[in-house]
């Protein structure tokens, strides 16, 4: 079976590094992998339970600009959920590629979640080249005590306990060792004052990019990076996946210290610093979750999930730079380098999304740069190309027509969106357990069926919505062909018409699809292919000829065959299939 005609990407121009990315191993079995997300913040979050920072203290940080971080706490990672968005995030577009287009985590969703300053200067510098002896010389005079030798390896220190210097390295840009802190990030916090005019926001999301490019390579088993981040962002975004929220275990308004001083509130990701409960969503293994985003439709996805006019968000609204969330611009922490991209998400900022650039394969080489046997390095002059594409940063924001409807992108884009992303990561040949859950036996055709309902839908409504129609008319043609590309790799099976009269009633039939509990055996694509469905197929592909036919528009009127009869036609079609 070609794999790239069912499961993408066709068009390999964009998506060039598909023969080394983690999706790859899913089909060649390694379906149950799960990775390992490390930080090195548990001791100090621990700590904190008994006792409360001094609020000197807090008024550091909140000089720093970390504040909204520490007031968000620590939330327990689901590591199922990480390693699905992974195997869905492409180091060449920093973007995750779902069913509903490209999404990704931006300088906005920084700052809002966390609260952390992103316009100022690039983080970096040079990797500096000291004794055990020296490195305990430099934490007595920064963070007022020295550690042991053993505490010592290189220019890391275990456990440390000076909280700037911990948010940063344990919980903002953890790495993947899980209890080690780079002394580094230290030579940013000598000055207090100066600390705060540095972009933490962008050196944060820059570590994550890299965490996230790395993880999503074949092989891989670790992932650090601000992962909280990304579970806060899903949650806030994939509705089948968001967990219910009890009361947030912190205070989420003004910490009043006297009459004439007054921290801020928690910032949004607070929020979610609470008990949940999965009552209505799912929280299980990674097969689940990736069988969930590999059939998710439009409705299922948030783009714009901050009420921007919220007490909590207007809390930090005076430090925000919105401009500078669209901008096009590099993410720069020391050795790092990675690319922002709105350009590919602008549905996130309310405006119409075209087809973006093909991506610059000079920006895949940064991923080959890293701080490892470069002690000494200037990171300054490294990157001076990029830290000056920094400073013009203002002059590359994105502005684009702003949309009502979440359906809305320029002509075209669809059928460009479909040819280069990745459909599916779930394997139709994944191994069966004895027990438990079992994805569906004919998720495509169920899509399939939604999206003929939504057709119907739009048709009944006044005036017509022709953009949202002549979209849903070239995803369900995209749809059909994965199923027809599917069943002419399988096995010839002989199906005749008297096959495709079900033999018990489709009440019964549909039921144990959408439960789909026990030993069920699917086809190449997750869809049940044998049998009637290569019969039902050329038919179904004949309704949407007929529904492209009435795309034909005068005037915004429908002319051609009755778009109402042909879905209905259709509907019966997939009954039986």
Same mark, same amino acid.
């Given at each position: 079976?070609?794999?790239?005609?069912?499961?993408?990407?066709?068009?390999?121009?964009?998506?060039?590094?598909?023969?080394?990315?983690?999706?790859?191993?899913?089909?060649?079995?390694?379906?149950?992998?799960?990775?390992?997300?490390?930080?090195?913040?548990?001791?100090?979050?621990?700590?904190?339970?008994?006792?409360?920072?001094?609020?000197?203290?807090?008024?550091?940080?909140?000089?720093?600009?970390?504040?909204?971080?520490?007031?968000?706490?620590?939330?327990?990672?689901?590591?199922?959920?990480?390693?699905?968005?992974?195997?869905?995030?492409?180091?060449?577009?920093?973007?995750?590629?779902?069913?509903?287009?490209?999404?990704?985590?931006?300088?906005?969703?920084?700052?809002?979640? %966390?609260?952390? =300053?992103?316009?100022?200067?690039?983080?970096?510098?040079?990797?500096?080249?000291?004794?055990?002896?020296? %490195?305990?010389?430099?934490?007595?005079?920064?963070?007022?005590?020295? =550690?042991?030798?053993?505490?010592?390896?290189?220019?890391?220190?275990?456990?440390?306990?000076?909280?700037?210097?911990?948010?940063?390295?344990?919980?903002?840009?953890?790495?993947?060792?899980?209890?080690?802190?780079?002394?580094?990030?230290?030579?940013?916090?000598? +000055?207090?004052?100066?600390? &705060?005019?540095?972009? %933490?926001?962008? !050196?944060?999301?820059?570590?994550?990019?890299?965490?996230? $490019? /790395? !993880?999503?390579?074949?092989?891989?088993?670790?992932?650090?990076?601000?992962?909280?981040?990304?579970?806060?962002?899903?949650?806030? &975004? *994939?509705?089948?996946? $968001?967990?219910?929220?009890?009361?947030?275990?912190?205070?989420?308004?003004?910490?009043?210290?006297?009459?004439?001083?007054?921290?801020?509130?928690?910032?949004?990701?607070?929020?979610?610093?609470?008990?949940?409960?999965?009552?209505?969503?799912?929280?299980?293994?990674?097969?689940?979750?990736? +069988?969930?985003?590999?059939?998710?439709?439009?409705?299922?996805?948030?783009?714009?999930?901050?009420?921007?006019?919220?007490?909590? *968000?207007?809390?930090?609204?005076?430090?925000?730079? =919105?401009?500078?969330? #669209?901008?096009?611009?590099?993410?720069?922490?020391?050795?790092?380098?990675?690319?922002?991209?709105?350009?590919?998400?602008?549905?996130?900022?309310?405006?119409?999304? /075209?087809?973006?650039?093909?991506?610059?394969?000079?920006?895949?080489?940064?991923?080959?740069?890293?701080?490892?046997?470069?002690?000494?390095?200037?990171?300054?002059?490294?990157? *001076?190309?990029?830290?000056?594409?920094?400073?013009? #940063?203002? +002059?590359?924001?994105?502005?684009?027509?702003?949309?009502?409807? &979440?359906?809305?992108?320029?002509?075209?884009?669809?059928? %460009?969106?479909?040819?280069?992303?990745?459909?599916?990561?779930?394997?139709?040949?994944?191994?069966?357990?004895?027990?438990?859950?079992?994805?569906?036996?004919?998720?495509?055709?169920?899509?399939?069926?939604?999206?003929?309902?939504?057709?119907?839908?739009?048709?009944?409504?006044?005036?017509?919505?022709?953009?949202?129609?002549?979209?849903?008319? !070239?995803?369900?043609?995209?749809?059909?062909?994965?199923?027809?590309?599917?069943?002419?790799?399988?096995?010839?099976?002989?199906?005749? =018409?008297?096959?495709?009269?079900?033999?018990?009633?489709?009440?019964?039939? #549909?039921?144990?699809?959408?439960?789909?509990?026990?030993?069920?055996?699917?086809?190449?694509?997750?869809?049940?292919?044998?049998?009637?469905?290569?019969?039902?197929?050329?038919?179904?592909?004949? $309704?949407?000829?007929?529904?492209?036919?009435?795309?034909?528009?005068?005037?915004?009127?429908?002319?051609?065959? /009755?778009?109402?009869?042909? $879905?209905?036609?259709?509907?019966?079609?997939?009954?039986?299939?």
């Amino acid at each position: 079976m070609d794999r790239r005609a069912v499961y993408g990407p066709r068009d390999g121009t964009v998506l060039s590094q598909q023969s080394q990315h983690r999706s790859d191993e899913i089909l060649d079995g390694d379906i149950d992998e799960v990775l390992q997300a490390k930080r090195a913040d548990g001791k100090f979050w621990r700590n904190l339970r008994e006792q409360d920072l001094p609020i000197r203290v807090q008024q550091i940080l909140d000089q720093i600009g970390f504040y909204g971080v520490y007031r968000c706490g620590r939330i327990q990672y689901d590591c199922h959920l990480i390693t699905a968005l992974v195997e869905r995030w492409r180091s060449e577009t920093h973007s995750f590629h779902f069913r509903v287009g490209e999404a990704t985590i931006t300088l906005q969703d920084v700052q809002v979640i %966390w609260g952390l =300053p992103i316009d100022g200067e690039p983080v970096s510098g040079t990797d500096l080249e000291r004794t055990s002896v020296q %490195w305990q010389e430099y934490c007595m005079q920064y963070i007022g005590f020295a =550690p042991e030798d053993g505490a010592l390896k290189g220019s890391r220190l275990q456990y440390p306990r000076a909280v700037a210097l911990l948010l940063l390295g344990g919980t903002m840009c953890p790495d993947s060792s899980g209890n080690l802190v780079s002394l580094l990030y230290l030579a940013k916090l000598e +000055d207090i004052v100066a600390a &705060r005019n540095y972009s %933490w926001g962008s !050196a944060v999301l820059a570590f994550l990019y890299r965490e996230l $490019c /790395n !993880a999503s390579e074949k092989g891989k088993a670790v992932i650090g990076g601000a992962l909280q981040l990304v579970q806060i962002w899903a949650w806030s &975004r *994939i509705i089948p996946l $968001c967990p219910g929220l009890g009361a947030p275990r912190v205070h989420m308004g003004p910490h009043q210290i006297d009459n004439n001083r007054v921290l801020p509130g928690a910032p949004y990701g607070a929020m979610w610093n609470c008990e949940h409960t999965f009552t209505r969503t799912v929280r299980t293994t990674v097969r689940v979750i990736r +069988d969930i985003l590999d059939e998710m439709q439009y409705d299922q996805f948030i783009w714009q999930p901050y009420d921007m006019e919220s007490n909590v *968000i207007m809390a930090y609204a005076g430090d925000f730079n =919105p401009q500078l969330w #669209r901008s096009i611009c590099p993410l720069i922490f020391y050795a790092i380098v990675e690319m922002h991209h709105p350009e590919r998400v602008l549905r996130q900022f309310g405006m119409m999304q /075209n087809i973006p650039d093909q991506p610059d394969t000079r920006d895949m080489s940064l991923h080959k740069i890293t701080r490892s046997n470069r002690t000494g390095t200037d990171w300054v002059l490294q990157h *001076i190309l990029y830290i000056t594409r920094w400073q013009r #940063r203002y +002059d590359t924001v994105i502005q684009r027509q702003p949309i009502s409807n &979440r359906r809305d992108t320029d002509r075209g884009y669809w059928e %460009w969106y479909n040819n280069i992303t990745r459909h599916f990561v779930s394997s139709s040949t994944d191994r069966r357990v004895e027990s438990g859950y079992q994805p569906g036996d004919a998720p495509m055709l169920q899509i399939v069926t939604q999206q003929v309902n939504t057709l119907q839908t739009l048709f009944q409504s006044k005036p017509v919505d022709v953009e949202g129609y002549r979209q849903l008319v !070239a995803q369900l043609e995209h749809e059909v062909q994965i199923i027809a590309e599917a069943i002419k790799h399988q096995p010839q099976q002989t199906a005749t =018409p008297s096959d495709s009269a079900p033999t018990t009633s489709h009440r019964q039939r #549909r039921s144990s699809s959408q439960m789909s509990i026990g030993s069920v055996e699917r086809g190449d694509i997750g869809v049940d292919i044998a049998g009637p469905s290569t019969a039902y197929t050329p038919q179904i592909t004949t $309704c949407l000829n007929r529904l492209r036919i009435t795309m034909c528009l005068n005037r915004h009127k429908m002319i051609g065959f /009755n778009p109402l009869h042909t $879905c209905q036609a259709m509907q019966k079609l997939i009954l039986h299939m």
